[in-house]
Every structure is written in C-alpha cells, then in structure tokens.
C-alpha cells in the first residue's frame, strides 16, 4: 500500500536535509542577546516557508519574551483540530573548541547531522512540518485542522510560555497537542512516553554563630553549622533510600499489578544502565530501577556547601552551611503539600541554637500523565506501529517537561511527543547531531498518525479537555 | 623595694616606644617573596641592636627557609640556660584598604600602638630584648645564660623549624624555652598558660558514579554522593554532641578532681562568652565549657561541598562530595591512632557502591602540657604575681602552639610562654594593635621572671629535659 504523500516525502528526501542544513545555519541562541539576529533569522525562514506551504494567519505571538511563529490551517471542518508544537530556538553553542565542524555549518558525517539544534529541535521540527506541507502539496488539505506553535524561548525555561497560551488561548483551540520535541528514550526500542515527573525545589541556609569560629578558641563548645548542616541532610532519607519525611509518600499513586507488569516486560539492559554511569544500583526497595525513575518520587540533594573549601586546611568551625534540594514529584503528589511535608520535617530536626531558613519556591509542577485511553495516544501507538512495524512500549520520562504540564493547566489540553531525536544524540553538548535515519521514521509515522487523525470523530477530545488539578494544589510552572 | 633595671626600662620607655616603631617599620611578611627585603631589613635591625646590647655569636640559622636571628650570653656560670624565642616576621597587611592608618607606619592612638606585627610578635618579642639589654646595660651581666631564637617563618607555619632545630641542636643547649609569643588569655586575668591542644587533619572524598547525572534521568535509582557525604559526616558525631569513632576518646588522660575544680574556679563570664559570638553552647556532656575547649578532644568538619553551588539551581545527581576535617587533641591522645581510629569508622559506615578516599594528614601534633612541677613554670608564676599583684590562674589553650610541640619533641625542653599580647589585639588583621601598657606589664614581669631564675640551681631542669613521646607514637609537626 503507498501513500502518496509519504512518497513524495521519500523523493524529496535530499530537499528535506537541504532545508534543515538552511534552518540549522540560523544561530537561534535564546539565551543571548547577541544572537538577536539568528533568532530573527530562523523565524524569518519559518515563516515564508509556511506561507509557501499554504498556511494562514501567519504571525508571531509575543508575552514578552522571544516570540513564537504561529501558523493555522484549518481547512478541514468537523475534524479534529491540533497543536503541533515544536521550537526554534537552540543552545548555546559553546564550547566551541570542542566542535569537530563548526555548530552553524551543518555537516554531514556517517548519516549524521551534525550542527547546533540539529536533534533539539530543529530536525523534529522540521519533519512535523514537511510532513505537514507534503499533505498540502500532493493532497492540497491536511487529514486535521492545524495550529502550529514554534517557540523560541524552550532553552530557556520557555520563562512566558504560560502567559502566552493564556494570552493565545482563542487562538490556540483545539482538541490536543501534538509535540515534535522530547527525545525518544532509546533508538532501539520503539516507545511512546505517557508521563513525565514533577519537581519542586528549596534552599537551606543554617546559622549556628555570628562569625566563622577559631577551632582552637571555640572548638568542642559551641556548634559547628556542617555537622547540624550534615545530620539534617541525612535525616531526609533512610540508608535504604527511601525519603524519611513524613507524608512524603501519602499521596503517591501506587501502579496496579497490570502497570508493574508492562514495566517490568520492558525490554531493559540494566547492567549496561549501571556500567554506562560507573554506578551501582541504590534505590527505595521494592521497586525496580524503572519504577523507581518512572512512577517513585525522590528528594535529592543537588548541592551543599560551608566552611572552608580552598586548597589546605583551615581549622574553623563554621557558622553558616548552605544546601539545595529538588524533587521529583509523580501523580498524586501536589508540590506545595509535599514542600510543607519537607519544611515541617527540616523544622523538627533542627535543633535549638540553630538558626534554618527554608526557602520554598513557590514553583514547581506536578507530574503529568497522559490519560490511558487518550485518543491521541492510541492513535499515536497505532501510527507508531503502522510507520515501524513494531509494538510502542509505554514508558515514561523521570525528568519534568514543562511544555505538557503547562499546557495543561493552561489550556486543558494533553499532549503527545512525537519526537525522532534520540537521548543519546548529545543536545546541550558539542557535536549534537540527528540521525538522517530519524528523518524516514519520522516522516513515515508522522504521515500515518495524520491520516488516523483525520478519521477520528472530533466529540472523542471532549471528556478529556479539562484543566484538572488535584484538589488543593496550586501549582506553578518553572524554569 | 626598687629595681635598678626596672628604673632603666621605665625611664627609657619613650626609646623602647621608638625602637619597636623602627622594627614595625621593616615590612617583614614572610608569606609573599615581594617583601624579601623587608625581611631583611628586620633581621639587620636585630643584628645590630644585638650586637649594640653586648650579645655574642651573633648570626643567621637557615634550615632552607627564612634564617632565624640567633645571638647569645652565656656569662653565667652555674646558672641554667634558657632558649628566649620570639618571632620577627609579620602576617601579610591586606586587606590594605580596611587599616585606618598604614600597616607599616607606626602610629600611637588613645594608648595604643597600631601596625602590622605589632602585637605579633614584635611587641611582645621587644619587652624581651629590651629587658635584657637593660640588664646588660646596667649590670653588665645576666642572671641567666641566654639564646636568643627570633625566627623568620612563624606565620607560614614554622615549615623548617624542626628541622633547623635538629641542625643546630648543639649551639641551642638549653635547659628550657621562654617564649616571647602567644597571647594572653585574657586582658583582665594574670594566667599562666600551661597546656594546648594538638591537632591533626584529614580529607575526604566520595564518589558515586562516573559523572554528575541528571536527576530526571537517574534520580532515585542511584547512590547521591551528597546523601552519602551528609550520612557519612553526621555518623562522626552523636546528637548530644559527643564524638562517635569508637575509641576517640580512649587514651585521653581524665582530669582529677582538683584539677577540675581549679578550672571550675577561674573567673569565666560564660554568658558572654557566647553572646559575643552570637553562638549557643553545645558540646560533649558532663564536662564545662572550659573544659571541653582545653581537656577534650574535638573532631571538626572544616569544610565540605559537593554538586551545584551557583545560584539558581541545576537538577543534578552528583557523582562526588568533599569535606575537610581537623582534630584538637588533648593529652595522652596519639594523632597517628586517632587518625586510624577515624578512618576505620568511616569505612565501616561507608556503605558498598560508595568509593571513599581518606587523605589523612601525615603531620599532626600531640597536645602539649608543662609538667606540673616544672622549674619554669613556678618561676614565671611567682614573678607574674610579683609584677602584677595577681595570683596567675593556669588556664590552657584550646588551639596548638607547633613551637611548644616542636621543640619537646626535638630538643626535650619544656616551655613557658610569657606574652604580652592580648587576644583581642587583631593580629592577622586590618589594624593590628598592641596595648602600651602591655610594656610596662611586661618588662616588670620579664625582669622579676629573670632575677628568679638567676637564683635557681642549674640542676633542677636535670629531670624534665627527655623527648618523652608517649609509646607508639610517631609524630610529626604541622603548619
């Protein structure tokens, strides 16, 4: 069976990299100012092409940041309608000397591209849109309705996405989001992710002195803020590796019997996820090391210091120690509840004589969880199969992506990522490259989902279209 | 009851005023190679005043580092001979901005003489000189046989002492050692220092995994170095604030009951004590604050860090902790068997998965004491209470005095320090000071302390003179 649009995506294969390699020598830097100009550049590209394509109501949408390039074709009435999400804004390259072909000339090696933003997310981005105007070219319509949203502000911390869709949000109805970032887990595994973690975050700063003390002079008499500092820290977690906070895990949503089971058939090479890191195992028992990324919360220290820490010795006993935490947070949990949780237990382990300031952010989000019968993802495993002829696992992502979380909460809409980047194809990193090999995925189940979609009924969205948030939480996106 | 030299020093105070200011005007740091010829220039100062005095032998000893100023007077037959040590190089000025008048230009306000050195050790080095040029002056003799010692690399931690010490162990044949440095405890209180704490160090670091990990990605399921580093670091210690190595506290000597109850008798405004430093007391039960800063042992995290440190905050596992660590040790204490004794509790609760370094400190000193009934000791008491008026209390030092150490442990002499700086006098800071009135304490202590030990019989010194190590000890000097 051919599909005419996927074989003139096949022909024009040499165009399609020929377009990318174009996009890709536009420096799009988010992050400084003094790539205002490549920032310009790419939209500039971004938005003759989707003219010529045959979009409509081209134009940028703006809530203070960079702005994003905003496209609609809505030309197919009593279907459904998507947003198709991706963004044109890139890292930094640096450093620079450490890049085998400069970041802005994109190059060619082994059936890679090489050049900064090829996998993040340029290269996804630009097969979501081929495909798209393939539709357009061989069909002269798409399967769905369409509403293209490319960011510029994803590296970073899409700081306005959140007003933005509030500001947009007319603008931006529809029934679903269709992502074209995210980063498929492995490139042997074909996968859909259904969730992703929350996270929040704090600071400590402990005080047991006015001024750093003379060891000698003070030393054995008074406190010494590393060693409250040190037995505050341990209390958070028991020496098995569950978090020691009371209520910590009140609210966790335990997987039933039938989800441990998909998890645990998941084809998953743990030795060779230890050895990769030089790492051993070490996690809440109980659980598997997927469980434990995937559906577990964690509390994790990511900084702490005091005292003296040049070269040498120093013998002083500090007075002040500092330490930075995140969490993970998995659906159940509401981020303000769980930072109370923490407070409450730092409060109570503290004790007289020293001074614990806990600075909560106020952000943080909850996890996000595509709802099991969502129509997009079942037509999303459906297309995935379809295009690779292989069984989508289920699997999920322990980090956080704001864009689902904040799209959600804004527009009560789920989101999909259907991504071709690969985790391992070294974004934020030189010498980031795409493979050309994810352009033929790509395109192929980005041809099959369209025309699933397009047989959908459009009241199937409906129920799902909810901005719902456990109750009692107040949540916020972040950075 | 007149002293004819105690008149010549009063009279003469205006030039002994004069003499320290020419002294304090030679830039001696002996740091920082820049000020090579403000070294120089001091012990050219030195040489000739010496000479000037009547002393003899006078020369430089070097043992690879600063030279020491040596000179002597040994034309007192019969009676015993004493080591006189003082130090003639400064700590560096900076930071300049903060003095309000310059480190090297003398200047006198509201009864204080203000530069760099002045209190450390040059004034206090001084009322020694002086006391003894006036004896030569107007007696033309000594009570004692003296050497005097004035080193050149006290503030960069006396790195070839030991060693210049073993070289010219035949030209400083003494019986014992008055030292010139130090600091008196208190302004208000006449006190004898009789004892100091030792000390040693040690440094670790942890390792979990091969890089730092992203916490999204792995959080949960592997070791967190900074958990591990704060379960580590608060295992070192029990809540009520005792040390928890298994045998730390085994051969320390425990006081008597009369010694505990003389401690308990010294003049201590305890509240103040804490108030000033904005601290709160904490230490090991059933002992006294005095005695916990000069009879117990102390185990002290100097530092530690590990992660992010930078504002905001970064969501990462990290793979490595560091933390700094010191000891004070009290007599009877071995610094080699405290150190093992540490390390074996940090491996024992260092858990598998965990890679643990353990730098221990090849240096490290053991606590010093003066025998009760040492010579010395009794003499310097009774001559502070002739000058002063006052019963001296014997008080310790919570820090470690090397010299002491050093010189017991290389010469087999005790030593008794008899300074009149005060602890509060800012040296190793902007806007050093020293007390004129110090001068006339001093050199009224200084010529007493003389006529008193002109009077003992040599042989008395006979039985304290051993390089007493206690058995297994192997130890070793430290900066």
Request: aromatic share 6%; charged share 25%.
């Amino acid at each position: 069976m051919t599909d005419a649009v996927l074989t003139h995506l096949k022909n024009d294969r040499d165009n399609i990299i020929g377009r990318l390699k174009e996009l890709v020598r536009a420096p799009s830097v988010s992050t400084d100012s003094a790539y205002a100009e490549g920032m310009k550049e790419a939209r500039k590209i971004l938005n003759s092409r989707l003219k010529l394509s045959g979009f409509e109501n081209i134009s940028e949408l703006e809530a203070g940041g960079h702005p994003a390039v905003y496209a609609e074709w809505l030309g197919a009435p009593g279907a459904p309608t998507f947003i198709v999400y991706g963004h044109y804004d890139v890292q930094p390259p640096d450093p620079l000397d450490k890049w085998h072909s400069p970041p802005f000339e994109p190059d060619i090696r082994e059936n890679r591209l090489y050049g900064r933003g090829v996998s993040d997310d340029k290269g996804p981005s630009s097969i979501a849109l081929e495909t798209l105007s393939a539709f357009l070219a061989v069909e002269g319509r798409l399967p769905v309705n369409v509403r293209i949203l490319l960011e510029g502000e994803e590296e970073t911390g899409s700081v306005t996405l959140r007003a933005l869709l509030e500001k947009y949000s007319d603008t931006l109805a529809a029934d679903a989001v269709l992502s074209a970032d995210g980063a498929r887990w492995r490139a042997d595994l074909a996968s859909v992710n259904v969730g992703s973690r929350g996270n929040s975050r704090c600071e400590l700063a402990l005080r047991t002195a006015g001024k750093d003390l003379h060891s000698g002079r003070f030393g054995g008499a008074v406190r010494n803020a590393l060693h409250e500092m040190s037995a505050l820290l341990a209390s958070l977690h028991h020496s098995d590796g569950r978090v020691a906070v009371a209520g910590y895990y009140d609210d966790v949503e335990e997987l039933d019997a039938g989800e441990r089971q998909r998890i645990a058939a998941i084809p998953f090479d743990e030795p060779g996820f230890f050895e990769a890191i030089k790492g051993t195992s070490h996690g809440e028992p109980g659980y598997s090391t997927l469980e434990r990324l995937w559906v577990r919360p964690t509390l994790e220290i990511n900084g702490m210091w005091g005292g003296y820490i040049g070269e040498g010795s120093k013998t002083v006993t500090p007075c002040e120690a500092f330490a930075k935490l995140t969490t993970r947070l998995v659906p159940g949990q509401d981020p303000a509840k769980v930072g109370s949780a923490l407070a409450a237990h730092l409060r109570a382990h503290c004790p007289t004589g020293v001074e614990l300031s806990i600075a909560l952010d106020r952000g943080g989000s909850a996890a996000y969880m595509v709802p099991k019968a969502h129509p997009l993802l079942i037509a999303a495993e459906m297309a995935i199969e379809s295009a690779l002829g292989a069984v989508p696992v289920r699997v999920r992502v322990g980090g956080s992506l704001p864009l689902s979380y904040i799209v959600k909460d804004t527009l009560g809409l789920d989101t999909i990522m259907l991504s071709f980047s690969t985790a391992d194809e070294d974004f934020h990193a030189p010498n980031e490259f795409f493979r050309l090999s994810a352009i033929d995925d790509g395109v192929a189940a980005w041809v099959r989902l369209l025309r699933i979609l397009g047989e959908q009924t459009p009241g199937l969205y409906t129920p799902f279209k909810t901005i719902s948030k456990p109750e009692g939480i107040k949540s916020h996106d972040r950075a």
